[in-house]
């Protein structure tokens, strides 16, 4: 691959490491020309096993594997933890080079948005409820987060772009973005990667003390109870049960909801459609979320949260 390095630009152990636009799109056209499949996964880094399962898938899937690895500032409001967001770059280059990723776009701000920067993607409805909901993190959120996708995907211009289901109101927001624009990318989103006590993988359970990231188990636990509770067939029975292994915890969720996994209505009932199960909670300084999707049916379940903690869930409905 022929490429003009910076300063700050590198190849090392079979990855290319570019901070510049320019960089990427030049280091990308060969590939392009060259009629290779190219895959994206987008990060903000500070990588664990559920970055690495969608490494590893584009691996598999794709000839080409670009990681980005960028904090957005846009999607961080103003009393967020931007500033104390984890941050390893040395390590992340190191594992995203054991996973076989090929290039790594790693831009610094002024890069991503430059002065006079003025556009952004709203993807309306889906974005206001949940953590999109005003009184939470807010509709803005996601509009740091489709905005600096819609980039990457404009920038790297993928075959396919891989997702974790961890951030399931993201992959809506991401899939209604790239339908509604007609930006020619496959999503694939792919099982929560969790602790081998259930609690769902993420950068921020580094925030956690012990006696918290015991109590941090409370959520997957609560989401387990809510899908074995709904196999009886009552929705809201379920949620009930959920709320009250959360309370056993001390923990007061922002919210514990059920919706179509699609449209982000909301449900009160199970039904013919594939319901999202998302939980959002205040765990010490780490704000924590995880979910479980229930089956069209709602009596059986596709991957059970308790069941699976060992391991990642299976990927065959991903
Ligand atoms: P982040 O670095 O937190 O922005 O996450 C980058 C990607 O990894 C997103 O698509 C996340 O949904 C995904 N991801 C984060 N945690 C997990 C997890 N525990 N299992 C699967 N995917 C995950």
Do not use: W
């Amino acid at each position: 691959m022929s490429l003009v390095l910076t300063e700050q630009s590198h190849a090392r152990d079979g990855v290319t490491f570019v901070r510049a636009k320019g960089e990427l799109r030049a280091a990308l056209a060969v590939a392009r020309r060259e009629g290779r499949s190219i895959g994206l996964v987008p990060t903000m880094g500070y990588l664990h096993e559920g970055h690495l399962s969608l490494l590893r898938a584009a691996r598999a899937e794709c000839d080409l594997v670009v990681m980005s690895l960028f904090v957005n500032p846009t999607q961080f409001g103003p009393d967020e933890d931007l500033d104390r967001y984890p941050r390893d770059e040395r390590r992340d280059v190191e594992l995203a080079a054991e996973a076989g990723v090929d290039l790594i776009y790693a831009p610094p701000v002024e890069e991503v948005y430059p002065d006079g920067f003025a556009t952004t993607v709203a993807v309306e409805g889906l974005t206001e409820v949940l953590c999109g909901d005003p009184a939470r993190r807010g509709p803005e959120h996601f509009r740091g987060v489709a905005t600096v996708v819609a980039k990457l995907l404009g920038s790297v211009q993928p075959d396919v772009a891989y997702f974790g289901r961890k951030d399931a109101q993201q992959v809506a927001v991401i899939r209604r973005m790239v339908r509604d624009l007609d930006i020619p990318v496959r999503i694939e989103a792919l099982p929560i990667v969790r602790e081998p006590d259930g609690l769902a993988m993420s950068s921020r359970n580094a925030y956690l003390s012990d006696a918290e990231r015991a109590r941090a188990t409370a959520l997957s636990r609560a989401l387990g109870v809510v899908e074995r509770v709904a196999g009886e067939g009552s929705l809201s029975a379920a949620l009930a049960a959920g709320r009250h292994e959360l309370e056993q915890a001390g923990i007061e969720p922002e919210y514990l909801e059920a919706r179509d996994a699609e449209t982000l209505e909301p449900l009160s009932e199970l039904g013919p459609r594939p319901i999202l199960v998302a939980v959002a909670a205040q765990v010490g300084p780490a704000r924590l979320i995880d979910n479980v999707e229930l089956p069209a049916d709602g009596t059986k379940t596709r991957a059970r949260v308790a069941l699976s903690a060992h391991r990642p869930q299976k990927q065959e409905e991903a």
